[in-house]
């Protein structure tokens, strides 16, 4: 009998114990955690078009808006040129100014005027209404049919494309394979842990662990992420991101819960996530595994910081304004605004997560799951 | 100086506990009339575990797997009737001029030779000379003989004069002795029996390789040879020394997985897949794990605990790698290495070897688990009892309609052959034994259905009734053709040979009800066979007669 689990995380956590032996465990490792988009093929949600980029294309455009004369430009942009290789980096670098001083534009990306990144205005986009309002320009999950969703960070990115001439090829070295086989044999997982199952179409009484592994990502003989490999829990208290939740018709419903993890080099855009609100919807596959969508507000500014590491190779080579992506951020940010200044200091976000089961096993006899710590705004 | 070379004592924990020393004489009233003495090939185990344990495991050695010969259920029968291929003895002899370049070169000599210079820039000749009578006598397992010593000399001698270099002779006499058949084949040799007129028995060396192979299934180190050359071997005091000393060591290990490495049939492992799209987390790096993990539960069973022999089809314990615990979905805490695991009372997985991948998954399709497979390995493997080959004009249209006409289970498509007279003979012998394990998938993981259908894994052995493969295993252990056929296998690897009709009645008598009184344990059982007179007595025929393959020597060399 197929079984189906739908979980929707809804309010806030409360302290709970679940002995481990009420009802059925199951565990799975996530095999992807990426920002979830709705890309339109034809670029409908791109209505004011896409933004520059490509490699050199960005930097071509941005010196010529700077006011360099073509010639100048060609010169600065010359790839034999060793010269002109440092004096480009200098051009873009600096070109902020902060009391007609030239500034580092990435270190205060405010030094130059906003370039007004084109952003989605699409119908569509995965992701949960979080603010409970149906605002204009809420999208509509494609999925669920929920109203109002918000997901503003997806919107920053979605009209920059990494071909120009392709708007929606997905950049070769950011798919998902290519990131999920960077991390086998080297990086740590996210583990899903749901336990207390008595009945997985009713269920008034399920808890839901959100863990780290100890153990690396680890291939199968096809190269993809292996199924049912034993993967132990970090115990770090940091990561113990567990919360209560029940099922209902198959929809299993949470209370929301503050998510705590540390950043992956590629699934990941920041060295540690700090989701309030987090709720997270995914169904069984038929594989046994879990596919979904998990959603919730994040602080913006972290998200800027860590383009702002390898700003050069974002601009250089993928044709991100990093300015723009700062203006962007702060325009769009849509909760928790700061008391004295009334900017929004977080963003609404939905990231895609697919998980293959795993055994999880812990490092210490304590096997039950505690809802301990969890809390959401 | 005298040369270095050291048989390999690896500081392993001696294994505990008193070993038998049962009142084994020489040949006991009863014990059947001798065999022939065998040649028989070495193994590619055999072959690098000889060069490691003379030269040091700093020497590489490049294996050639050959292709094996598998007589009266066991290679090491088939290997007294198997030559060694041309191709592989082109790898032999290229390998023995690898081997020997390294023991000579700068880095080793010093401590693998260890002659010093008689003068600066002199090496000394006489010491050379000696390692060369020394390696030798490790490599042919006995001293070489006046002619062979010579010959070596003079070629090591032609050598080091042609290339002005005395350790080119040793390296050219080396190469010559590692690709001679006196180091590739076991060869053993009879002379008449002082003590019993008329008979014959192996010579003191013959018996020390024996016994180290049979053992520690290497060759006879130092104090082995040293007993042999003395004439202790001949001795009822010196043979039972030596006998429990092997049976002691660590080293009783290496022999102990070997045996069971060939009863089980690991080497059907060269040829062994599955379908990768079915079944991701099986690799090749996973057989290998796979056929590790029964021989850590033998070991752990019969010389760890010095358990009962039947245990090993009920053990509730084993030992699994995270790899594997993939494979079974089974936890593993260990993030690198082994782990024992051990299953909960009423656990499905408890019946020991039986559901380990190397037997299970061993004998099931890439795809498909197969109940017929898996009751002829049973049944063949370790009840030695022979399963008839199908007829040649067998007529599968029945059980393919079966299999596409929408039955879920095995045991469904299988019911097609109860219907087909040819085929109902032999099925009825081996479908009802591996049904009871349907319930594990082709690579040893639990399955309560298939296709959406429950498996009924109801099933019986000779006449014994069970509901799964706990009860098969609960079977076996009750079943008197399970120490029957070990007795016999032990005994055949032991001489190299099938059993002759005296053979196999006094090892019934006497050796079998032995092992059930000793309470099925398996180091008594060695010792018996290794301290009965049948071991080392053997008839007149002598296998320097035998023809052996032609071996291509470098540089002049000896038959």
């Known amino acids: 009998?197929?079984?189906?689990?739908?979980?929707?995380?809804?309010?806030?956590?409360?302290?709970?114990?679940?002995?481990?032996?009420?009802?059925?465990?199951?565990?799975?490792?996530?095999t992807v955690f990426d920002i979830a988009g709705y890309y339109y093929p034809n670029g409908e949600d791109c209505p004011q078009g896409f933004n520059v980029s490509g490699h050199y294309n960005f930097l071509r455009h941005k010196l010529l808006e700077l006011g360099y004369p073509k010639k100048e430009v060609d010169r600065l942009l010359d790839p034999d040129g060793n010269e002109a290789g440092d004096e480009l980096v200098d051009s873009i670098i600096q070109r902020g100014r902060i009391d007609g001083a030239r500034a580092n534009v990435y270190r205060h990306p405010q030094s130059v005027p906003d370039p007004h990144t084109k952003t989605s205005l699409g119908h569509y986009g995965y992701g949960f209404n979080l603010d409970g309002k149906v605002k204009p320009g809420d999208f509509v999950d494609p999925d669920s049919g929920e109203q109002g969703v918000d997901n503003n960070l997806y919107r920053i990115l979605a009209c920059t494309p990494y071909d120009p001439d392709n708007p929606r090829a997905i950049n070769p070295t950011q798919s998902r394979e290519e990131r999920n086989k960077a991390l086998r044999g080297v990086w740590p997982d996210y583990l899903i842990e749901i336990g207390g199952i008595d009945d997985y179409e009713n269920d008034a009484d399920v808890t839901v662990g959100y863990y780290v592994s100890l153990d690396f990502v680890a291939s199968d003989a096809t190269g993809r992420i292996a199924k049912q490999v034993s993967m132990r829990i970090d115990p770090d208290r940091r990561w113990q991101n567990v919360v209560h939740g029940s099922i209902k018709n198959g929809v299993l419903t949470t209370e929301p819960f503050e998510?705590?993890?540390?950043?992956?080099?590629?699934?990941?855009?920041?060295?540690?996530y700090n989701f309030k609100q987090t709720r997270l919807r995914v169904q069984f596959t038929d594989a046994g595994g879990l596919k979904g969508i998990l959603g919730g507000y994040h602080a913006w500014v972290p998200f800027y910081a860590t383009q702002a590491r390898k700003a050069w190779v974002q601009e250089a080579f993928m044709g991100v304004d990093l300015p723009g992506y700062y203006y962007a951020l702060q325009r769009l940010a849509d909760a928790s605004p700061d008391p004295k200044t009334g900017q929004n200091t977080m963003i609404s976000t939905g990231y895609f997560i697919e998980a293959v089961p795993a055994n999880l096993t812990r490092t210490s006899p304590d096997r039950v799951l505690s809802a301990s710590g969890s809390k959401a705004r | 100086m005298k040369s270095v070379i050291r048989m390999r004592r690896p500081a392993w924990m001696v294994l505990g506990g008193a070993l038998l020393l049962g009142a084994c004489g020489m040949k006991d009233a009863g014990e059947p009339e001798a065999g022939p003495p065998v040649m028989r090939r070495l193994t590619d185990e055999q072959y690098r575990r000889s060069i490691t344990d003379i030269f040091g495991a700093d020497i590489k050695v490049a294996g050639s797997p050959m292709p094996e010969n598998r007589e009266a259920g066991l290679l090491a029968v088939g290997s007294a009737n198997a030559s060694i291929p041309p191709s592989i003895l082109e790898q032999r002899i290229a390998n023995a001029r690898v081997v020997a370049a390294q023991v000579t070169d700068a880095a080793h000599r010093r401590t693998i030779i260890g002659c010093a210079e008689t003068a600066p820039g002199?090496?000394?000749?006489?010491?050379?000379?000696?390692?060369?009578?020394?390696?030798?006598?490790?490599?042919?397992?006995?001293?070489?003989?006046?002619?062979?010593?010579?010959?070596?000399?003079?070629?090591?001698?032609?050598?080091?004069?042609?290339?002005?270099?005395?350790?080119?002779?040793?390296?050219?006499?080396?190469?010559?002795?590692?690709?001679?058949?006196?180091?590739?084949?076991?060869?053993?040799?009879?002379?008449?029996?002082?003590?019993?007129?008329?008979?014959?028995?192996?010579?003191?060396?013959?018996?020390?390789?024996?016994?180290?192979?049979?053992?520690?299934?290497?060759a006879p180190d130092e104090d082995l040879l040293k007993a042999a050359e003395s004439g202790e071997l001949h001795t009822e005091t010196g043979w039972r020394h030596q006998v429990e000393r092997l049976l002691a060591s660590p080293r009783l290990q290496d022999g102990v997985r070997a045996f069971f490495a060939d009863m089980l049939k690991f080497d059907a492992f060269a040829g062994f897949s599955r379908d990768q799209a079915l079944f991701p987390n099986y690799s090749n790096f996973v057989a290998t794990e796979a056929q590790e993990q029964t021989l850590r539960t033998i070991t752990d069973v019969l010389l760890a605990r010095d358990g009962d022999y039947r245990d090993l089809f009920t053990t509730r314990s084993t030992f699994l790698t995270r790899h594997l615990g993939a494979l079974y979905d089974l936890p593993v805490t260990a993030p690198d290495g082994w782990t024992r695991h051990e299953f909960g009372e009423g656990d499905p997985h408890a019946a020991g070897i039986l559901l380990h991948l190397s037997f299970i998954g061993l004998h099931s399709h890439p795809g498909r688990s197969s109940p017929t497979l898996r009751g002829e390995a049973l049944r063949e493997i370790l009840l030695c009892q022979k399963v008839p080959d199908p007829p040649g004009d067998v007529d599968f249209s029945n059980f393919e309609a079966a299999a596409t006409s929408g039955v879920n289970t095995a045991r469904e498509r299988l019911a097609a052959h109860a219907s087909v007279p040819a085929c109902a003979g032999c099925h009825k012998i081996t479908d009802p034994i591996g049904l009871a394990m349907e319930q594990f998938d082709t690579v040893g993981k639990y399955r309560a259905r298939e296709n959406g259908a429950a498996i009924d894994a109801e099933g019986d052995l000779d006449g014994v009734a069970f509901t799964d493969a706990v009860g098969l295993g609960q079977a076996m252990r009750d079943n008197p053709a399970v120490p029957s056929c070990l007795v016999n296998r032990v005994y055949s690897y032991a001489v190299g040979r099938s059993l002759t009709a005296p053979e196999r009645d006094w090892l019934k008598r006497g050796v079998e009800a032995k092992f059930v009184e000793q309470k099925y344990r398996f180091i008594p059982l060695l010792e018996r066979i290794a301290s009965s007179a049948a071991f080392t007595n053997v008839t007149e025929r002598d296998t320097r007669s035998q023809t052996v393959a032609a071996v291509n020597t470098i540089g002049g060399g000896q038959q």
Request: charged share 20%.
């Open chain 1, 1 to 30: 009998m197929k079984r189906t689990l739908a979980i929707v995380v809804a309010a806030l956590a409360g302290s709970m114990h679940v002995p481990a032996d009420a009802g059925e465990t199951r565990g799975f490792a996530v």
């Open chain 1, 259 to 272: 998510l705590n993890l540390p950043g992956h080099p590629y699934h990941a855009h920041l060295q540690t």
């Open chain 2, 122 to 218: 002199v090496a000394d000749e006489v010491c050379l000379e000696q390692f060369i009578a020394d390696a030798g006598r490790f490599l042919y397992r006995r001293p070489l003989d006046p002619a062979e010593l010579q010959a070596q000399l003079a070629l090591a001698d032609e050598a080091a004069t042609k290339l002005a270099d005395p350790y080119a002779g040793v390296e050219a006499s080396l190469a010559s002795m590692l690709a001679a058949p006196q180091f590739l084949f076991r060869w053993e040799h009879a002379e008449p029996d002082p003590e019993h007129d008329g008979a014959s028995r192996l010579n003191a060396f013959s018996k020390a390789s024996r016994l180290s192979f049979f053992l520690w299934d290497a």
